[in-house]
């Protein structure tokens, strides 16, 4: 499925914002589900999904990050997605979840997200929604 221009601009900044944050601006340390990267650039599944980002920082922590449009953020599939992916970070000592919303969607993506966490009692997973992007 071909990805939504506004997909690729969140999934964008959403590596640069955890390049920055967590891997002094080293791009190199991700693997980002982007159309001009090679296949081995790219995440693998998790639980059965693909996160848009996948990034691993020693053996102890993992970051996956996934971006959403108003068009799929309550999508079943998208549900799937979170609760594969907030599993996946929970077998982790150290893991974040980041969510890409446009920034009307932040709160509802972060409710979600919380919902899904107390449900499940992925507790442990920081989640962390960028909420300033303007499609």
């Not at 955890?18 to 190199?28: H, P, Q, R, T, V």
């Not at 108003?70 to 979840?97: M, P, T, V, W």
């Not at 890409?100 to 932040?106: E, I």
Request: aromatic residues 12%; proline residues 3%; charged residues 30%.
């Amino acid at each position: 499925m071909s990805e939504s221009s506004a997909h690729i601009y969140l999934v964008d900044v959403m590596s640069k914002y955890i390049a920055n944050k967590y891997f002094e601006s080293d791009m190199g340390r991700l693997l980002i589900d982007s159309p001009q990267n090679s296949k081995n650039a790219k995440p693998f599944k998790v639980n059965g999904y693909k996160p848009d980002i996948y990034a691993k920082k020693e053996d102890t922590m993992v970051i996956l990050g996934e971006a959403k449009t108003d068009y799929d953020l309550d999508r079943k599939h998208s549900i799937e997605q979170f609760n594969a992916f907030l599993k996946y970070c929970s077998g982790f000592d150290d893991s974040i979840f980041v969510l890409a919303v446009p920034w009307y969607l932040s709160i509802h993506g972060k409710k979600i997200l919380q919902n899904i966490q107390e449900d499940r009692e992925f507790t442990s997973v920081r989640i962390e929604v960028i909420d300033k992007i303007v499609v």
